[in-house]
């Protein structure tokens, strides 16, 4: 569990006001407010937009996260935040509460399921993506999402409580009507989605939908990669199409088993701080050794404005190596992240405090080994394509895969524009990585 780690370690230096100060006897200051100043000492030192902060009189706020939202950038920080510890921890173990289920409406305004993780107990029934969702508890289900009803939706599905259960009428591909119970249960996610060989004309071709960056992701990405290499691939499409983030060494990871054992001497990416810390903490990072690399010299990306952080490292960092073409749509735009920190913070006298919060303000931009990056306006495909959400995911007449497929065999099919994007539905309570998290390059020191 080094990323535990890697948070539990830290310690906040003298410059943060680590002074014991005496003890007030009636005017004790609550977590929340210990919580707003330490957030504040800490962004007046690591933020990478430390200079645009404003002068703010920090007892006005109750809370680190009213702080924040008070000194944060605006014009370009969309994603600093501060979330509880636990929950935090969870989701980047690959913990979900749920059915696992997600929902988008068609062109012709059928509700059909956009994704299902292999952990639902509606995966060994059989129920795949592209499905048709007809009613849930006996409620036609389409109105709700013609009409953008995100309220009513949650309250038919309910919380994200293990035991509740619902009922689905499905249409499969064939036309049948399928009725399945539902119960919402906690388990693991699986972050690959699908892994496919696909036998074209220009050869084998290697098909990974990967979903999210979290500690799970490793072994997973080992073992598609394994089959890849077994079956000696040629080519490979990944599809990014919904991942929106996670952590950094994973997109490392990712972008190594492209490459070749030799490359581990060239530079995956670079990080640069803010000038307060950049001189010391700025740093590059080399590809790393993995078990099945492909060396391959071209890959195509499937992509969404979904497809950040993380997604967009892997991206980023290939594009000096090899020959990298993006289908779908342009990329969230998000060339920065943040190192993750516990509170309270770790000190001499308690080293392992409990921890309530997890502050992650943005801390660094991330550039390849030729200085590219700050694409904050996203990174646009060179084939545009539409989501197809009636087809599951390998499937070769599924729109972006088709098109991915045709820039291989060099034909470039593409959907005609405007392209459509479908909204996504999720269950309530996003519990997926949404950023892009590195622990600090090394610990604060008092």
């Not at 005496?22 to 990478?48: C, F, H, Q, S």
């Not at 009428?169 to 693991?188: D, H, R, V, W």
């Not at 054992?261 to 990072?285: F, I």
């Not at 006298?349 to 200085?371: H, K």
């Amino acid at each position: 569990m080094k990323k535990v780690l890697l948070i539990s370690l830290l310690v906040i230096p003298v410059l943060f006001g680590c002074k014991k100060d005496p003890v007030p006897e009636d005017n004790t200051p609550t977590i929340e407010e210990r919580a707003r100043d330490g957030l504040y000492d800490l962004m007046k030192y690591v933020y990478l937009w430390y200079n645009t902060m404003p002068t703010v009189k920090v007892s006005d706020y109750d809370g680190p996260e009213d702080i924040l939202e008070a000194l944060r950038y605006k014009s370009k920080d969309r994603w600093s935040f501060v979330t509880d510890y636990e929950s935090f921890m969870a989701s980047m173990q690959g913990s979900f509460v749920g059915h696992g289920i997600r929902l988008s409406l068609d062109n012709a305004n059928n509700v059909r399921v956009v994704s299902l993780y292999e952990g639902s107990d509606l995966w060994p029934k059989g129920v795949r993506r592209g499905w048709i969702v007809k009613e849930i508890n006996g409620t036609l289900i389409a109105p709700i999402f013609i009409s953008g009803n995100n309220t009513a939706y949650n309250n038919l599905m309910g919380p994200a409580t293990a035991g509740i259960t619902n009922t689905f009428k499905f249409i499969n591909p064939a036309g049948q009507e399928l009725t399945y119970t539902s119960t919402k249960a906690s388990f693991t996610i699986n972050s690959v989605t699908a892994s496919k060989i696909l036998d074209l004309p220009s050869g084998k071709t290697g098909y990974l939908c990967f979903e999210t960056f979290i500690e799970p992701s490793e072994q997973e990405l080992n073992e598609a990669f394994a089959n890849f290499k077994a079956n000696n691939v040629t080519d490979l499409i990944i599809d990014l199409r919904y991942n929106t983030g996670g952590y950094m060494d994973i997109a490392q990871q990712l972008s190594s088993l492209v490459l070749t054992l030799n490359d581990t001497t060239k530079v995956c990416y670079k990080l640069t701080y803010n000038s307060l810390v950049g001189p010391e903490w700025n740093e590059s990072y080399r590809f790393v050794r993995t078990a099945s690399p492909l060396g391959l010299d071209r890959v195509v990306f499937i992509t969404t404005r979904s497809s950040a952080s993380a997604s967009e490292v892997v991206i980023n960092s290939l594009k000096p190596y090899v020959d990298v073409k993006i289908v779908g749509d342009t990329t969230h735009g998000k060339p920065a992240g943040m190192n993750l920190w516990g509170f309270p913070f770790p000190s001499d006298s308690d080293p392992n405090p409990d921890y309530v919060y997890v502050f992650a303000p943005i801390t660094f931009e991330y550039l390849n080994s030729l200085d590219q990056g700050r694409f904050y306006d996203g990174m646009l495909p060179d084939v545009k394509a539409a989501d197809d959400i009636t087809r599951d995911f390998g499937d070769p007449e599924e729109a972006s895969l088709k098109a991915a497929i045709g820039v291989l065999q060099g034909t470039k099919s593409a959907s005609v524009l405007p392209v459509r994007r479908p909204r996504i539905w999720s269950e309530a309570g996003n519990q997926l990585p949404t950023e892009l998290f590195l622990g600090p390059p090394q610990a604060f020191k008092k």
